[in-house]
């Protein structure tokens, strides 16, 4: 899992997961560009990291011209793209009748269409290496659901369909698409989303204890998943949905049912 002489791209990659896995690349002696439009976090991390290996590019990627002028600064920059981590998302809240349409575009702006615009203009210089690997920042909201995050979870579920369907059109040219789907992590996306409650402490106990391991995760978790399916230990797997949730998905009905002595106690 090292990845000397590759060149990887992070987008949302200044915060959060985003951001560990920026460090978890750069660690493992990669060409790291993180891509963000938080300025100020995106400068701070590279002051940070103080390395030439990890540069910074503020990035609008939502908007179509922006990313196609983008990508090539990246290239002559750090010399291709060997990995494509699209991680870059926002956390949205409201019903079919409650989001509004600004809320349902932006949200799957962020989530969907950046993930579109930033392969679409990177896979071609992926062909000229020979062959790379793309990671996408999935959900456990792409496999469920949870009430009021219609647009959250619209975007989520089509970042599947965005991973498998990039995986079979481009598996003849060497690239391998695979999608990370994490439980709740710790991170300044999900303190923000706490902060919404009367009682943000409580949502954070509510966080840790819906996992069967008994806490949320870290976003450096998710960043090892992420190397690994981007190294060539992970040579064999692409168009996956890999789910690094603590076992969150696993109890039906959730922590409260199993807790509730559902079933009968042997003897």
Same mark, same amino acid.
């Given at each position: 899992?090292?990845f000397?002489?590759?060149?990887?791209?992070?987008?949302g990659?200044?915060s959060?997961?985003?951001?560990?896995?920026?460090?978890?690349?750069?660690?493992?002696?990669?060409n790291?560009?993180?891509l963000? =439009?938080?300025?100020?976090a995106?400068?701070?991390?590279?002051?940070? %990291?103080?390395?030439?290996?990890? =540069?910074?590019?503020?990035?609008?990627?939502?908007?179509?011209?922006h990313v196609?002028?983008?990508?090539?600064?990246?290239?002559k920059?750090?010399? &291709?793209?060997?990995?494509?981590?699209s991680?870059? &998302?926002?956390?949205?809240?409201?019903?079919?009748t409650?989001?509004?349409?600004?809320?349902?575009?932006?949200t799957?702006?962020?989530?969907?269409?950046?993930?579109?615009?930033?392969?679409?203009?990177s896979?071609?210089?992926?062909?000229?290496r020979g062959g790379?690997?793309?990671?996408i920042? %999935?959900?456990?909201?792409s496999?469920?659901?949870?009430?009021? !995050?219609?647009?959250?979870?619209?975007s989520?579920?089509?970042?599947?369909?965005?991973?498998r !369907?990039?995986?079979?059109?481009?598996a003849?040219?060497?690239?391998?698409?695979?999608?990370?789907?994490?439980?709740?992590?710790?991170?300044?996306?999900?303190?923000?989303?706490?902060?919404?409650?009367?009682?943000?402490?409580?949502?954070?106990?509510?966080?840790h204890?819906?996992h069967?391991?008994? =806490?949320? &995760?870290?976003?450096?978790?998710? %960043?090892?998943?992420?190397?690994?399916?981007?190294?060539?230990?992970?040579?064999f797997?692409? &168009?996956s949905?890999i789910?690094?949730?603590g076992?969150?998905m696993l109890?039906i009905?959730g922590m409260?049912?199993?807790?509730?002595?559902?079933? %009968?106690?042997?003897?």
């Open positions: 899992m090292n000397s002489g590759k060149v990887v791209i992070v987008t990659g200044a959060g997961i985003g951001r560990a896995t920026s460090l978890e690349f750069l660690n493992r002696d990669a790291v560009a993180v963000d =439009r938080n300025d100020d995106g400068q701070k991390l590279a002051r940070e %990291a103080a390395s030439d290996c990890l =540069r910074f590019f503020y990035a609008d990627l939502s908007s179509g011209t196609e002028q983008l990508i090539p600064k990246i290239v920059a750090f010399g &291709g793209i060997d990995v494509l981590v991680n870059a &998302g926002i956390q949205t809240y409201g019903s079919a409650t989001t509004t349409e600004a809320e349902w575009d932006d799957l702006a962020a989530n969907l269409k950046s993930g579109f615009l930033v392969s679409k203009h896979i071609p210089y992926m062909i000229q790379g690997s793309i990671v920042t %999935a959900s456990v909201q496999l469920g659901a949870q009430r009021n !995050s219609l647009a959250y979870i619209v989520k579920h089509a970042l599947i369909g965005l991973t !369907s990039m995986a079979l059109d481009y003849k040219d060497n690239i391998r698409v695979n999608a990370v789907c994490p439980g709740a992590i710790d991170t300044p996306m999900l303190r923000w989303a706490a902060s919404l409650d009367d009682n943000p402490e409580r949502v954070i106990a509510a966080c204890k819906i069967p391991v008994g =806490r949320m &995760g870290k976003p450096e978790e998710i %960043a090892q998943v992420i190397a690994f399916l981007a190294s060539d230990l992970a040579s797997v692409t &168009g949905v789910t690094a949730d076992g969150l109890p009905g409260s049912f199993q807790e509730s002595g559902t079933g %009968a106690k042997k003897a």
